[in-house]
């Protein structure tokens, strides 16, 4: 099975593919950059699905994610993934990133959904060194798609130039 990567500058609640990635806060209420434009063009079928998961589990962890439908977005799920909070880079921030982007997949994988699209997870308001959340985005789903076979069809979302010009030159 051949798996494609690639890389987009655009914005992600446009896309149209299976599901999309958000890069959620834990309380999973919205907030701001990609999660409140996914939220606001989702409309608020996304919202109830997250308090609905907010209130069976309590929101969702750093590292981990959980899925809702789309609402009225062009994609047929979101998968609402928590990265980390850059620091200084002895928390666990290179670790709970790869973990963002790895369950993703995985969850992506167990609704049998085969094209997924990420934003740049954690590299606005979360302050994480760009270069370095792009390294561990591109080594994530490389590592994942080698043991998965489901999944044909990964884009790298990039909403600004700078993280555009990163992922285009990492990726072969």
């Given at each position: ?14 896309c ?5 990635v ?15 434009a ?19 589990q ?21 998968i609402h993934?928590?990265?980390?909070v850059w ?29 997924i ?17 792009a ?12 043991e998965?076979?489901f ?5 790298f ?13 990492l990726?072969?």
């Amino acid at each position: 099975m051949e798996h494609k990567i690639k890389v987009e500058l655009g914005d992600i609640t446009k896309c149209e593919t299976d599901v999309i990635v958000n890069a959620a806060n834990t309380s999973l209420m919205g907030g701001g950059g990609v999660d409140g434009a996914i939220h606001r063009a989702g409309g608020k079928a996304i919202l109830d699905e997250c308090m609905h998961i907010r209130n069976k589990q309590g929101g969702c962890k750093t590292g981990e994610a959980v899925i809702t439908n789309a609402g009225d977005l062009p994609a047929d799920y979101v998968i609402h993934a928590v990265g980390p909070v850059w620091q200084d880079g002895s928390k666990n921030e290179d670790k709970l990133l790869y973990s963002a982007y790895h369950n993703s997949l995985k969850l992506a994988s167990k609704n049998n959904l085969k094209s997924i699209a990420f934003p740049n997870i954690s590299t606005g308001i979360y302050g994480f060194p760009k270069e370095r959340a792009a390294e561990i985005a591109i080594h994530a789903v490389q590592d994942y798609l080698v043991e998965d076979e489901f999944i044909q069809n990964v884009t790298f979302v990039c909403f600004d130039e700078e993280n555009y010009r990163i992922y285009s030159k990492l990726l072969p």
